[in-house]
């Protein structure tokens, strides 16, 4: 990298610099275009109020500092032959990004009816924010871009996410002010801690100030310069700044600043690659600073708009009914000078494209955008391998996450060279017990290390920041670029990201409808340090809750496992792995479980995703049981397990059937979900009419929701998490909450008609039990020693 | 402010140092006893297994350095008679905040047996993360607090919450390097930019890097000091260094930084309220860097604990079954030298206690962290000044928000003097139409104003920023503090904020649990420009949730609210604003909506939750109706309407009843929820038996999930939103989810026994609206006329 930056002199022309106006003036009027007008694309007639859309919608703010971005990558793409991609922050300036999608014509080879013609304009301004068309935001529709900037704050990881191990790529990514003053973003800055210049790629941020949000000035625009520069300083990056409202001026000030970025990038990457460099490098940020709604109307109706917040969406609005401000409109548009950009065909003229990519390096076609087109299969080995020994139900005790970890282990090994496989989570890693994979790989750490450190690498795939937003968006930008990973996470604190999943599930759920999206790896997670065993950390890190929000979403994209031991862990990870355009959460224990299924069973099971456990019920298979004793997840599981051995010392005649349920949207309708079993399916397993005894891991009320409409439903009894949650011992934990195995058996002796009477012993046995539970606790802190000796099947008790 | 720092020994003489330190080895002393001990607390005798508890637990890591931060505060309260609290962001170290409220008193004084001698530390120990006793962390149960550690990411913007208009009160805040990794912490450090001198208080940022996290090293800690230096000047702020690892060292640096902080924030308050100083000032804060686990064992079995991550929980496990490790735990707690700082009955000799506050002064006592004492009610006006005349239903329209948005302006109006009243907002308060409070108050801001900004005020009331986070982060503050506030906010956004209002929510069950914490305001939410009127900026706006989410959590707490129009509206936020310990959740539209109620009508119908509104059915009174048309949120009620009355002119021998619901909980059982009906209510509202179509605001199950025990169940149909969005009209949106009036006609000619065959024609009819629907809004980009035009009771068809 140069000490003396180059002036722009030295580096464009000035007939390189107006073909750079004319592209930007091209998009800008596009952009316009598309917010307004129905008809008359081109503006070969005088405008009228039949062109003018009758909702006008859209975010012009934004949009002409977007397209300058976009306008110069793309003559650096040309000049240096550079793999890019750029994620949209401010992703609701949809105009902008489709308009230089149709400029470089990615736009009508991925939708060929909007063509790159006076045809294709007009179905271009037409469709966009218009019923049947498409949406006001940069969205899956849009070609070239892996992000939709609507809930604001995620840009910058996604754009580290799509960097990782993508050595030779440079992702740009335009950060709004606004955006910027939002936690996830704020968080991210510091990715770069995390960002290999050997293994990874280059993340260009361009912090874009137009100085307003919807209704207020931003943080950031109204720093003091020493201030903002202190802290991009203290952000790691070194500062590039470019300010102006003369277009000509701003365009050398970007065109210098972006070579010189560029080159600092370079040798960033030159020195750790060849020269063996391991400090930390200062990655270069541009500061774009431009007006919002630049070069639109610097006043309507005696108000200023260019460079006030009113200039975010529609700077002038009832154009239709007002001549006034349709004289307004025209003029605006106008002043582009649109016979200059296009052709009387409407076709971008020669100096418009003078500086346009083509191909795959364009910003709209780049298959790193569409991650699909690049993924390969996950080389995954042979479960057995990793498989627990299971000769007989509940004889031993694993750690099922920690059985995990060692698959886990040799995922990271098979994948040494292709890197193409991440795991993320906030400093849990090793708390969640999978830290078999530090054999073989590190945890990515490009800051000082110290000699007390363990696992940490300059080279690492495991990705830890005490964010679950990094995380997530990491992974997502990893994942949309067509590569594979998990993400495991505290229970309780996935809820940060609930938000993010939502968008993350909006965009899998249209993107499969697009015929040119490619199927991505999936979104998976591993919700561990779960509410029945954070006894320690107590009430604030016990939350059921995620598995209801995914639920709520788009039935084709969300899947909940909740595997009961160490095999049924392996096998629903495995599957999860391997499959595409998914959300799948995966809740498991990392305390130590009892086995019950070995491999075979585990894989049968898992596939039918529900099912009679025979041997734990006393059906013989000649009647139906009495009662159903049914479990979703592992503690569950073994407090069904605990109550079927209680019930079989003591009420041997009961024929009991033991239900297992590991993918919960089995309980769901055919009808409502692609896994969901038909009535003759769910009545097979639970039956029409008999009492039964759900013991589900989270808030009861989910199994209702997802098994209204079945016909055994009004004998349909769950227990589960009822936010009955302390610093206390493991078992208490289900007792405040009835989901312990005494409750349950007094369920079934409550609602199994014509038990009630004769069992009153048992009854009182039960009660008896969790009295003696109470007392035992208080004295002495830990759990009876019935419960905590507990195994299956009790013989003595 | 003076230029030269004056040195320690200018200020504290040696023997005040040893007193320090003193408080300090006692505080430290009896944080390793609460993780370790049941008994022997004194260390009378030797250790020996049995009086070490049987499960260990509790975070030893940071609780010295939070042990030293509460040691020097309570030194410059007494010195200054500081009205101070601490928002202790390591809240898990709750050993360490507990012992300095048993050494100050506060403790006994609130839990008597806990008394500040040897039988109330044998107490306080054997309690600690014991079964029955008290949780982990800084939990509601703790004196002094109104923060939970347990989640990272809140403090800082707690703290500013409770400085706010709060100007004698200093909030000093320990942030942990932990948290500060987080998206909302990484936010909220931009809050100085909204902090009044003249009116609020100071907030002092204390950023404790002890280097480690659970298994990592922190980022802030490893980041060069001219870095760390630059990014805390970016931030904003002023920062003053304390480091070391040798305790007087440390001592007199802390009190030295401390000395200097407090001398710089009383500068500067003088320089705003005195001199009239409008510019922003640089607010201090302390870097205090000293190691994890520090006095703790600096070895065990050969591994490095003290000042790495193996401090961060239990240093030296299996203390019972292992001779070594329990010898090392005994020279451990004899380190601090107990004999010279309890007397024989266990009582804190006087040097430990000669730099502790007294009274009110205590961080433990001081009555802002337990704000419900200093609550005042909030003068609500009468609300029939603000209500819109409504003659008949359905003749006018009105924005309900805007309605609102003047009684508010009225509120501000009448807290101006008394400043207990805040709105929050991540810059939507003018979006969601409530822009008449700043004909009241302005939007606190103190960064540079320019002459096109509006509504900008250095002492506002209104609070936006761009990040949901901070703006929650903030009301919980100003709330736990016990004032008043509304947050108003995107309805499908609020979701970045789930896991800040579970812990919310969880604070508040707890809370309402312990007679000694007084109720404090309810958090209000306004969540408007909800899922059918986002039809502009598309799907990743639209997401009803959080009203699944919030219905998921304690019951006592949670109450949620869907007024169908302006004045019921009025009704409910009035209700709310005056309620204690909930939290209210309000979804309303800002759209022009039709006013159905009065304001006595709408009294009365949100009064009782739920109820038959007799005029839009056709029922006489003398017979049960053929079919119930339910509807609860705005958008649906008016789709209910307009089915009604097609079905009035289509059908008219058909007897429908309308409900209409505000209160979702009321749909609950009695048992499950206070405000939920009992059968008897819910069946003479909704029948027992006849088809009940119920049109939902949000995703349809909720309603199942609600309703599911209820005798009229299996004849309940729900319809709302099932993601189905996009950029589109307001009614395609409604058509597009089967919510709309059309679909809910054809659902009651589908699900009334008797009618599918004879009302054949009009259920074609209705198809055929919808076909017209779609054919119109392809080719207008409008909605249809009789739709967009419709009013009740519509004659015309």
Redesign the interface.
């Known amino acids: 990298m140069s000490d003396a930056p180059p002036t722009s002199e030295t580096r464009l022309s000035d007939s390189a610099l107006a073909a750079l106006d004319a592209h930007w003036r091209a998009a800008n009027y596009l952009s316009v275009g598309q917010i307004y007008l129905?008809d008359n694309a081109l503006l070969a007639q005088p405008l009228r109020p039949e062109h003018i859309?009758?909702?006008l919608?859209g975010h012009w703010g934004t949009s002409p500092g977007l397209n300058l971005v976009h306008t110069h990558l793309g003559r650096v793409v040309c000049d240096r032959d550079l793999d890019a991609i750029c994620v949209w922050g401010p992703g609701?300036g949809g105009p902008a990004v489709l308009a230089s999608s149709w400029l470089d014509g990615s736009y009508a080879e991925t939708y060929p009816d909007v063509s790159r013609d006076a045809h294709g304009m007009t179905r271009l301004f037409r469709q966009f924010?218009?019923?049947?068309?498409?949406?006001?935001?940069v969205?899956p529709e849009t070609p070239g871009s892996l992000h939709?900037g609507?809930?604001?704050?995620y840009s910058l990881a996604h754009a580290y996410g799509a960097a990782l191990d993508n050595p030779h790529l440079l992702v740009a990514c335009v950060i709004g002010d606004?955006?910027a003053?939002?936690?996830?973003?704020?968080?991210?800055?510091?990715s770069n801690?995390f960002l290999d210049p050997v293994h990874d790629g280059a993340v260009l941020p361009i912090l874009h100030l137009n100085g307003y949000?919807?209704?207020?000035?931003?943080?950031l625009s109204?720093?003091?310069a020493s201030?903002?520069?202190?802290?991009?300083?203290?952000?790691?990056h070194e500062p590039l700044y470019v300010e102006g409202v003369e277009p000509f001026a701003v365009h050398r000030a970007m065109a210098v600043a972006l070579d010189d970025a560029l080159d600092r990038i370079a040798g960033i990457q030159r020195a750790a690659r060849e020269g063996g460099a391991v400090e930390r490098p200062r990655w270069p940020v541009i500061v774009l600073r431009t007006p919002k709604g630049w070069t639109g109307p610097s006043e309507v109706d005696g108000l200023?708009v260019e460079?006030?917040?009113r200039a975010h969406q529609v700077p002038v609005a009832d154009v239709r009914e007002n001549p006034d401000h349709l004289r307004v409109l025209e003029q605006w548009m106008r002043s582009y000078r649109p016979e200059e950009l296009f052709d009387s065909q409407g076709r971008p003229r020669d100096q418009v494209l003078a500086h346009v990519p083509t191909g795959p390096r364009r910003l709209g076609a780049n298959p790193h955008a569409n991650g699909g087109l690049l993924t390969r299969d996950l080389p995954l080995p042979e479960l057995d391998r990793y498989a627990v020994p299971v000769e007989r139900p509940g004889a031993t005790l694993h750690e099922p996450t920690r059985v995990l970890g060692d698959l886990l282990e040799q995922v990271m090994r098979d994948t040494a060279t292709r890197r193409d496989f991440r795991i993320v989570g906030p400093?849990?890693?090793?708390?969640n017990r999978l830290q078999a994979v530090f054999d073989a790989t590190g945890?990515a750490?490009q800051?000082?290390?110290?000699t007390?450190?363990?696992h940490?690498s300059g080279h690492g795939r495991v990705m830890?920041?005490?964010?679950e937003?990094?995380c997530q968006g990491w992974l997502e930008g990893y994942l949309l670029t067509g590569r594979h990973g998990l993400f495991s996470c505290y229970e309780?604190?996935v809820?940060?990201v609930?938000?993010m999943v939502?968008?993350h599930i909006?965009w899998l759920?249209?993107a499969r409808t697009l015929p040119w999206r490619r199927p991505v790896p999936s979104l998976n997670y591993l919700l561990t340090s779960h509410v029945w065993r954070q006894d320690?950390?107590?009430?604030?890190?016990q939350?059921p809750?995620f598995v209801?929000?995914v639920l709520?979403?788009?039935p084709e994209v969300v899947r909940v496992y909740l595997p009961p031991d160490a095999n049924t862990l392996l096998s629903v990870a495995d599957h999860a792995l391997r499959s595409r355009d998914y959300v799948n959460v995966i809740v498991a224990g990392k305390q130590p479980c009892f086995d019950w299924l070995s491999m075979d069973q585990a894989r049968v099971h898992c596939a039918r995703g529900a099912g009679v456990w025979e041997w734990a019920g006393t059906e013989d298979g000649s009647r139906e049981p009495d009662v159903v004793l049914a479990a979703a997840g592992d503690v569950p599981t073994q407090e069904v397990l605990a109550a079927a051995s209680l019930l079989r010392r003591y009420l041997p005649e009961l024929a009991v059937r033991v239900v297992n349920v590991v993918d919960m949207t089995r309980l769901l309708p055919r009808e409502e979900h692609p896994h969901g079993m038909t009535d003759a399916e769910f009545d097979a397993l639970f039956t029409r009419d008999k009492p039964v005894i759900f013991a589900y891991h989270g808030?009861p009320?989910?199994v209702?929701?997802l098994a209204?409409r079945r016909a055994v439903?009004p004998y349909l009894h769950v227990r589960g998490y009822k936010?009955m949650?302390?610093?206390?011992?493991p078992f208490?934990m289900v007792v405040r909450n009835d989901l312990d195995r005494f409750r349950l058996v007094m369920d079934v002796l409550d609602r199994t008609p014509g038990l009630a009477v004769r069992t009153a012993p048992l009854r009182q046995r039960m009660e008896d039990a969790r009295t003696r539970h109470h007392a035992w606790?208080?004295e002495?802190?830990?759990d009876l020693p019935e419960v905590a000796d507990w195994s299956w099947p009790r013989q003595d008790g």
């Open positions: 129905l859309k009758p909702r919608l609701h924010s218009f019923p049947g068309g498409v949406p006001s935001h969205a939709e609507g809930e604001l704050g606004g955006e003053e939002t936690g996830p973003l704020a968080a991210s800055w510091h801690k949000k919807i209704a207020n000035p931003t943080v109204r720093l003091p201030e903002l520069d202190a802290l991009l300083r203290g952000y790691g200023p460079g006030t917040w400093d849990e890693t090793a708390s945890k750490w800051a000082q290390t110290l007390t450190d363990e940490l830890e920041i005490l964010s937003h990094v309780a604190f809820h940060i609930d938000s939502n968008q909006k759920k249209v320690h950390n107590g009430f604030s890190h939350d809750g209801d929000h709520n979403k788009s808030y009320w989910l209702h929701r209204y439903h936010e949650g302390t610093t206390t011992t208490d606790i208080r002495h802190g830990t």
